[in-house]
């Protein structure tokens, strides 16, 4: 069954805590990406990658850190130093040309009190 | 920072309505426009990846039109069903390499 999965469905942490989301792709796809979602907002990009040992930051990187040491993965570490961390999280994959649709992941739901 | 916009935020139809929803995008260095639906305690799923100017597409009851010169596209249900509530999303690549995303327009349909 190809596809894309996201684990920890939800996830809660404490102020102060590191805390890694897990992306894991199947589909053969070069790029994959994180976003963020936020209630009446679109899907935010944190950070993408369209090859393996290579990342792009996206438009709220900050408090963000991702690697890409395999294809098939792109894990993303929300640390300490990201002021809003609670959030919906979604991984995707694609071809990396945008005439192609993105495959998303079921999402991680991250709450930190 | 390139803006993309949907309009209605929401809808509420009865089944058997037809409706329609805007996506707005700069109209200028255009490269592609996707749709996706995103159904409740799922993952979001492409219905469209749109590129020519004019370009109608269309998946059973749903289509999508594109106008690349004045900067929209419209996504159409025909005879909207209660699986058909979801959020619809659509975007357009920025700068540098990525998708913008509206905020999305929600339809909800009762039976």
Not at chain 1, 34 to 48: A, M, V
Not at chain 2, 25 to 51: C, D, G, I, Q
Not at chain 2, 72 to 95: F, R, V, W
Request: hydrophobic content about 30%; glycine content about 10%; some cysteine.
């Amino acid at each position: 069954d190809g596809g894309i999965t996201q684990s920890p469905k939800y996830l809660f942490r404490k102020e102060g805590q590191n805390v890694t989301l897990s992306c894991e792709q199947n589909l053969n796809h070069d790029a994959m990406y994180w976003y963020r979602q936020d209630p009446g907002q679109g899907l935010r990009l944190i950070y993408y990658s369209q090859i393996v040992n290579d990342f792009q930051k996206g438009d709220i990187a900050e408090g963000y850190s991702v690697s890409r040491e395999k294809k098939e993965s792109f894990p993303l570490t929300v640390t300490s130093a990201q002021k809003n961390p609670t959030a919906f999280y979604l991984c995707a994959s694609g071809r990396g040309s945008f005439g192609y649709e993105q495959y998303f992941g079921p999402g991680t739901r991250l709450t930190v009190t | 920072i390139l803006n993309v916009e949907q309009s209605p935020q929401s809808l509420h139809v009865q089944e058997g309505d037809s409706t329609n929803f805007t996506c707005s995008f700069p109209s200028s260095n255009f490269y592609a426009l996707h749709w996706y639906r995103w159904e409740t305690a799922k993952s979001p799923k492409a219905l469209f990846v749109m590129t020519l100017n004019g370009d109608e597409k269309k998946k059973g009851r749903i289509s999508a039109t594109l106008n690349t010169k004045e900067g929209y596209s419209y996504l159409y249900i025909k005879g909207s069903q209660p699986e058909d509530s979801a959020t619809y999303l659509c975007a357009t690549p920025g700068n540098g390499n990525k998708l913008v995303f509206g905020a999305g327009t929600i339809l909800r349909v009762k039976s």
